[in-house]
């Protein structure tokens, strides 16, 4: 930890929740003296107070263990670059549409890098009354199953949650073109590209 940046981070995020030092240090139980110190980078908090020092503020641990708040840059709008991170201990899936910290069950979590589908795990595409009928011949055990299937493109992300021991299937509106992302508890996260003739 660089106690200079960490300590400007502080009177920065302070200055931002309206608060004097001395309302910080009340709520911290410390002296304003110390609020003063770890501002001005002669001193840091005690570990034990960061996980509530990050609570007032408005931040995380890391963010004040690394004195600068990192912005995202904007991506446009376009839904095609979605990140996916999987809890492999709850299946819990989040999405991002630019990079994030995401934890689960205690675990910082890093998004799947999607790979192509081989030709064999493609999933199939049917034009029934206006809709796409989606589905697969894959596995669907307790230990092998998709657990999410999802329909891409500029704007749009639709989310389909599958069950083991269920047909993987699913509707969705029909579209010109997209893409399908699924994750699959044994190969991970698929993709196939789709476009309606």
Request: proline share 5%; glycine share 6%; charged share 25%.
């Amino acid at each position: 930890m660089d106690q200079t940046r960490t300590g400007a981070l502080i009177r920065e995020l302070r200055m931002r929740s309206g608060l004097t030092q001395k309302q910080l240090a009340e709520q911290l139980c410390v002296s304003d003296k110390a609020v003063s110190k770890w501002e001005c980078g002669n001193g840091s908090p005690d570990i034990s107070l960061l996980p509530v020092l990050a609570e007032m503020l408005g931040t995380d641990m890391q963010t004040l263990l690394s004195g600068s708040i990192r912005k995202n840059e904007s991506e446009k709008g376009d839904m095609k670059k979605i990140r996916f991170y999987v809890c492999r201990e709850c299946g819990n899936i989040i999405t991002a549409t630019s990079e994030a910290a995401v934890t689960c069950c205690g675990k910082t979590l890093t998004p799947e890098n999607p790979q192509p589908a081989p030709e064999d795990e493609r999933l199939q595409l049917e034009e029934i009354d206006g809709e796409w009928y989606v589905t697969a011949d894959h596995p669907m055990t307790k230990e092998h199953y998709i657990s999410v299937a999802a329909y891409i493109n500029d704007s749009t992300v639709m989310l389909f949650k599958q069950y083991p021991e269920w047909n993987m299937q699913f509707r969705m509106p029909l579209c010109r073109a997209g893409r399908l992302v699924w994750y699959c508890t044994k190969c991970g996260l698929l993709y196939q590209d789709i476009r309606r003739k």
